[in-house]
T-cell receptor, first 111, second 114 residues
């Protein structure tokens, strides 16, 4: 079993829809949870960063972490065509600088 | 623009050859990370350097090596290249003082081995 599982999609939604992206993980030592956005042929850029359990909101983006279920989510409200990209979840654990990434979910927002 | 630079953008070479990828971190960042991204494996951590010293090692092959220089730029050396080494190679940097530091990624080098 991989440490981090992420549905690769692709996911296609109409403009204005609410998008839900998810990752599950098996290592209970993970404490830092991130979502990166990667446009085609570009490097990943950090979208959201959450430490431990809880919710974090930034504009149209909300990140949720449920450590009891080993499940993290990213919600995108009022999705825009510019949100079309691959979304990568990433996790880090105490005592380690290494991040473990999910394989990414490719999202297309159709105008 | 993350502030992390990588050269070259593209590299095409033959099996058995050796290449060097270069990364310059963001100003003020002391830590550099190297990742390999392929379609089947996703983004895989290779190795991390902090202020010139190796700090962590991930799934890096023995044919691969890296170093960080006194000016903090880093190089990833890939030798005896195989077809399966074709991938995107990313460098990331962070301040490096805390394990929860944000990592900022460069634009990547696309390596094609023919």
């Amino acid at each position: 079993q991989k440490e981090v599982e992420q549905d690769p999609g692709p996911l296609s939604v109409p403009e204005g829809a609410i998008v839900s992206l998810n990752c599950t993980y098996s290592n209970s030592a993970f404490q830092y949870f991130m979502w990166y956005r990667q446009y085609s042929r570009k490097g990943p850029e950090l979208l959201m960063y959450t430490y431990s359990s809880g919710n974090k909101e930034d504009g149209r983006f909300t990140a949720q972490v449920d450590k009891s279920s080993k499940y993290i989510s990213l919600f995108i409200r009022d999705s825009q065509p510019s949100d079309s990209a691959t979304y990568l979840c990433a996790m880090g654990r105490a005592g380690s600088y290494q991040l473990t990434f999910g394989k990414g979910t490719k999202l297309s927002v159709i105008p | 623009d993350s502030g992390v630079t990588q050269t070259p953008k593209h590299l095409i070479t033959a099996t058995g050859q050796r290449v060097t990828l270069r990364c310059s971190p963001r100003s003020g960042d002391l830590s550099v990370y190297w990742y390999q991204q392929s379609l089947d494996q996703g983004l895989q951590f290779l190795i991390q350097y902090y202020n010139g010293e190796e700090r962590a090692k991930g799934n890096i092959l023995e044919r691969f090596s890296a170093q960080q220089f006194p000016d903090l730029h880093s190089e990833l050396n890939l030798s005896s290249l195989e077809l399966g080494d074709s991938a995107l190679y990313f460098c990331a940097s962070s301040v490096g003082t805390s394990e929860g530091d944000t990592q900022y990624f460069g634009p990547g080098t696309r390596l094609t081995v023919l």
